[in-house]
């Protein structure tokens, strides 16, 4: 049985309209996962994340996130920020777009971990505008306990109006 997910796919190159700006998720002494927007277009929504993690915590995320170069080691994990999204009653598997990671490291032997993975939800035309997204990350390795939020969407039934009165 094949489970759906929402692929890897980016946002059209231009249009769309803003229908939820920043909002902070999850907040704890070393990590961050901030909402950076969710961008509205005909045929979906875009969800753009930002995760910031320090310490400890980002030494895991490096760890979980490099690149496997020896498939016979056997030590080699491969971990990320688990996203499901949802605009109807049930949440899907959503893979991210442009996940890269920007590690860096201090003079202290501080090192910080910042992702900003976006992701696409296509949506049908025909179907009743969407006016909320649920949104559930996760990512125990680095000790991001299960988050979930619902996001109230501005402005996407006023989209269509505007576009059938063009």
Known sequence: MCMRRWPENPAP??????????????????LTLELARVVAYDAGLAVHLTLTVA???????????????????????????????????????????????????????????RTEPQYWIGTDTDDSPVRSLTLTAEWRQIGLNPTIATLALDHVADRRTRRAHR
């Open 13 to 30: 190159a231009c249009g769309g309209t803003e229908v939820h700006g920043r909002r902070l998720l999850v907040a704890d002494t070393s």
């Open 55 to 113: 310490a400890g915590s980002a030494h895991r995320a490096q760890y979980q996130t490099r690149p496997l170069t020896d498939p016979r080691d056997t030590s080699a994990r491969w971990s990320y920020l688990d996203i499901w999204l949802g605009t109807t009653g049930h949440l899907i598997v959503a893979d991210p777009y442009c996940a890269r990671p920007d590690i860096q490291a201090s003079a202290a032997g501080m090192c910080t971990y």
